[in-house]
């Protein structure tokens, strides 16, 4: 898992604990890599 300095969670293999927000980033990042 990578954390990065903006506070997105990225996790090829377990959803983000982290608000929605950062969620949807993290899908949209999951989705396009």
């Known amino acids: 898992m990578t954390r990065r300095a903006d506070g997105v969670t990225t996790d090829h293999s377990q959803q ?15 989705e396009n890599t």
């Open 16 to 30: 983000p604990s982290t608000p929605s927000r950062a969620g949807r980033a993290g899908r949209f990042l999951r």
